[in-house]
């Protein structure tokens, strides 16, 4: 079964500026949509940002204006550009691509941001 991995996270200061990616190891037939979530300690996953293979995008309330997501078809890569970013935005992020009857996650990276 094909694995997502992602990328991107590290540590950096308040207002600065962080790129995410992710990518399936293996082959995803039909992905219909694909997300960014986040964990923060002692908190639930949320959703942060979702495209379409459309290309219509959602994001969170506390996202909007400083985050932006992308996809490339060709590569099955999906990206999160994340500016201004605040001390709240810390937390693991991960990666889902939704096709036909399956949600695929990748393991999450960690992305802190010091005050």
């Known amino acids: 079964q094909a694995q997502l991995a992602e990328s991107g996270g590290g540590l950096v200061q308040a207002g600065g500026s962080l790129i995410l990616s992710c990518g399936p190891s293996?082959?995803?037939?039909?992905?219909?949509?694909m997300g960014w979530y986040r964990q923060a300690p002692g908190n639930q996953r949320e959703l942060v940002a979702s495209?379409?293979?459309?290309?219509?995008?959602s994001y969170a309330d506390s996202a909007k204006g400083r985050f932006t997501i992308s996809s490339d078809s060709a590569k099955k890569t999906v990206y999160l550009q994340m500016n201004s970013l605040k001390p709240e935005d810390t937390g693991v992020y991960y990666c889902k691509f939704t096709n036909i009857g399956n949600d695929y996650w990748g393991q999450g990276t960690q992305v802190t941001v010091s005050s």
């Open positions: 495209i379409t293979s459309g290309g219509t995008t």
């Open positions: 293996g082959y995803i037939f039909g992905i219909r949509a």
